[in-house]
């Protein structure tokens, strides 16, 4: 079973940046894949960003070039690096994980982009 907290959600103004963290309660590098959802309002979720155990990660193309998925070691969390935010970046984003066959969903973080 794996355990995910999100962290960092806020509002920011367009064109600004914020970063995303999920703490993970086992070894994010025994986990086969994690990554962010996200989920606007009135919209499905939908696949932001992930990062495999090897450490090969995937976009979205609309956050292509704006956002970075990377794994901090010593903290035992997938970060999430946004910038250049824009106001369609507005929803609430999930951490998730694949592990033993299973998916595991955090309880989400709010992100708002607004001027």
């Known amino acids: 079973q794996v355990q995910l907290v999100e962290s960092g959600g806020g509002s920011v103004q367009p064109g600004g940046s914020l970063r995303l963290s999920c703490a993970a309660s086992r070894s994010i590098f025994s986990i086969g894949v994690m990554g962010w959802h996200r989920q606007g309002l009135g919209k499905q979720r939908e696949l932001v960003a992930a990062?495999?155990?090897?450490?090969?990660?995937n976009y979205t193309d609309s956050v292509k070039g704006r956002f970075a998925i990377s794994r901090d070691a010593a903290k035992n969390t997938v970060d999430l690096q946004m910038n250049s935010l824009k106001p369609e970046d507005t929803a609430v984003y999930y951490c998730?994980?694949?592990?033993?066959?299973?998916?595991?969903w955090g309880q989400g973080t709010q992100v708002t982009v607004s001027s």
């Open positions: 990062i495999t155990s090897g450490g090969n990660a």
């Open positions: 998730n994980a694949y592990y033993n066959m299973r998916a595991y």
